[in-house]
């Protein structure tokens, strides 16, 4: 199998097969076909007699309600996004979570792809996991939404690109909302050129940098960034938001490092403590709105030293 994973053509499995074999109702959507059946029982005398077999308001049921496909062991992933984009499902990844071989390569979207995880009973995200020293997902263009999931890039080849996702593209726009990102060895997240947006997700314990920019956007609400081997959020010729509830604690080096025409937003609510010094480091042209008024800021705490007596 190659390590790449290029999303736009299925296997041997058509589009239709694959949906066919790999998805089921959703919970709403079953609820709503079933107040569908209901109705029809109500009616018409005949209608209801036809419908009065549990069997005939079982297939009724599977017929009218929203359907998502169900990540399985049988199919690749890159075979399942295809056919996600072409019936606009989404993808439900089990609490089991899965391996993947290579990079999950996302481009040419005709509609939004929705990846959401099934929390397990010990309300555990699932995880896609990666060990090949290469990015675990990158977009490349279209509209990406990440729902209760973890992201874990495990390969442990320091100095790689190796990131748990990448935005790549001007056209590329990733919404996370519940998401864990991790990488052993690189940063978390990568963004050179797109949108991403973060509502309460957490980047943390990655071999490199929590967050970085290289180009395009992102927006942070209530997300945290902590416990990484460098920087906990580094940006170059971006624009990056901290619209509250986020915390930048106890990573190596600086909390927030703007490294040149960066410029930043910092909203009430935010927290940047005990990382490295300086806890925000702004290099020429690069501003962050709103930090200098914020007074929650903390360097990290030095060792304590306890002299004993004699």
């Known amino acids: ?130 060990c090949a020293p290469q990015p675990l997902l990158i977009v490349q263009d279209g509209d990406v939404v990440l729902e209760d999931l973890m992201l874990w890039q495990t390969a442990l080849r320091h100095g790689v690109d190796a990131e748990a996702l990448h935005v790549a593209g001007v056209k590329a726009a990733v919404v996370c909302h519940r998401v864990a990102l991790r990488s052993h060895s690189d940063c978390g997240v990568c963004v050179s050129a797109g949108r991403l947006q973060l509502t309460d997700c957490a980047i943390r314990d990655c071999g490199g940098t929590g967050l970085i920019l290289f180009g395009g956007k992102a927006q942070l609400r209530r997300t945290s960034v902590e416990r990484n081997g460098r920087c906990g959020v580094y940006a170059r010729n971006s624009c990056l938001e901290f619209l509250g509830g986020n915390r930048i604690v106890d990573n190596g080096h600086s909390g927030i490092f703007f490294a040149e025409a960066t410029r ?29 008024q914020q007074s929650t800021t903390k360097r990290r705490r030095p060792p304590v030293l306890t002299q004993l007596r004699a």
């Open 264 to 292: 930043g937003l910092w909203l009430r609510g935010n927290r940047c403590m005990h990382n490295g010094p300086p806890a925000v480091r702004l290099l020429a042209a690069c501003a962050l709105d709103g930090w200098e």
């Open 1 to 130: 199998r190659q390590t790449g994973m290029a999303v736009g053509r299925l296997g041997p499995m058509t589009a239709a097969e694959l949906v066919a074999s790999c998805s089921r109702p959703t919970a709403v959507g079953a609820g709503r076909a079933e107040g569908a059946v209901r109705l029809l029982l109500q009616g018409q005398r005949g209608v209801a007699r036809a419908l009065r077999p549990p069997e005939v308001q079982w297939l009724i049921v599977l017929f009218l309600a929203d359907r998502e496909l169900v990540l399985t062991d049988s199919v690749p992933l890159s075979d399942m996004v295809a056919a996600a984009v072409a019936f606009g499902l989404p993808i439900v990844i089990p609490p089991e979570g899965a391996e993947l071989p290579g990079t999950l390569k996302v481009s040419g979207l005709s509609r939004r792809l929705v990846l959401r995880g099934e929390r397990g009973p010990d309300g555990q995200l699932p995880s896609l996991r990666c």
